[in-house]
């Protein structure tokens, strides 16, 4: 959805009382970052608290696609190679743990298509979503360590196959 990085902290209640809803300034390393209301938290509970944009990180998504006949002629398939590539730069002072989510097409009960996932580079784990209310289908991410002033690149290549008499529905939505 967005090549920016979002910043969350994730903060446990030091006391054994309520952390109770109000304003909050954030500061990191002594610099105001903003000010931002918070929920209650229960006694050593956790919270996330969002901080923005991470401008000294930056990500770029680039696909490619390529399509191929294979099969024999009376039972012939359209295959459809996808690539995803996501490069992490850290350009921070400090490494940085950064999670990339990633959704991949599920076809429809009964229909006669195949998804396949060929190569995954580093592994991922499903993510459905869960905790926000929203699950997802196809849902993926990648939990990495982005050494300080380094980079990362994550790739995954799949194949979508269809009888070649059948088509996508959607058109070409795959860029």
Same mark, same amino acid.
């Given at each position: 959805?967005?090549?920016?990085?979002?910043?969350?902290?994730?903060?446990?209640?030091?006391?054994?009382?309520?952390?109770?809803?109000?304003?909050?300034? /954030?500061?990191?390393?002594?610099?105001?970052?903003?000010?931002?209301?918070?929920?209650?938290?229960?006694?050593?509970?956790?919270?996330?608290?969002?901080?923005?944009?991470?401008?000294?990180?930056?990500?770029?998504?680039?696909?490619?696609?390529?399509?191929?006949?294979?099969?024999?002629? $009376?039972?012939?398939?359209?295959?459809?190679?996808?690539?995803?590539?996501?490069?992490?730069?850290?350009? @921070?002072?400090?490494?940085?743990?950064?999670?990339?989510?990633?959704?991949?097409?599920?076809?429809?009960?009964?229909?006669?298509?195949?998804?396949?996932?060929?190569?995954?580079?580093?592994?991922?784990?499903?993510?459905?979503?869960?905790?926000?209310?929203?699950?997802?289908?196809?849902?993926?991410?990648?939990?990495?360590?982005?050494?300080?002033?380094?980079?990362?690149? @994550?790739? /995954?290549?799949?194949?979508?196959?269809?009888?070649?008499?059948?088509? $996508?529905?959607?058109?070409?939505?795959?860029?």
């Amino acid at each position: 959805e967005d090549t920016n990085v979002f910043r969350i902290a994730e903060l446990r209640n030091p006391l054994s009382a309520p952390l109770l809803s109000g304003p909050a300034d /954030v500061y990191v390393d002594g610099e105001y970052i903003l000010s931002t209301n918070i929920a209650t938290v229960p006694p050593k509970g956790q919270m996330e608290l969002g901080l923005g944009v991470e401008q000294a990180i930056k990500v770029a998504r680039n696909t490619s696609y390529q399509e191929a006949r294979s099969g024999r002629i $009376l039972v012939a398939f359209n295959e459809l190679h996808h690539r995803i590539q996501i490069e992490i730069a850290n350009r @921070l002072s400090k490494e940085a743990r950064i999670e990339v989510r990633e959704r991949i097409p599920i076809p429809q009960e009964g229909a006669k298509v195949d998804v396949q996932i060929d190569r995954v580079t580093p592994e991922w784990e499903k993510y459905e979503q869960e905790e926000r209310g929203t699950p997802i289908k196809g849902g993926y991410r990648w939990q990495v360590q982005v050494p300080s002033r380094g980079e990362t690149t @994550l790739s /995954v290549d799949y194949t979508i196959k269809t009888y070649v008499d059948s088509e $996508l529905m959607g058109g070409n939505r795959r860029e």
